[in-house]
């Protein structure tokens, strides 16, 4: 991987994680108070699951 890609993948990534704030900024507020809420164990669960999702996701596109 090139060094143009990585910059590309952040860019895009910081690109989708604008939209919910941008597009609804009352839900994006409220989802985020629902999530200060949470257990620090229901936070790693969510991130452990995003991680699996995304690499899952990674493996399956570099096929």
């Known amino acids: 991987m090139d060094s ?3 910059w590309m993948a952040l860019g895009l ?3 989708l994680e604008g939209l919910f704030p941008f597009l609804s900024p009352g839900g994006w507020r409220n989802t985020f108070a629902k999530l200060m809420q949470l257990t620090d164990g229901q936070l790693r669960f969510f991130g452990l699951v995003s ?5 899952a996701f990674l493996l399956v596109i570099s096929m």
């Open 4 to 6: 143009q890609t990585f």
């Open 13 to 15: 990534m910081l690109v």
């Open 51 to 55: 991680i699996a999702s995304g690499l």
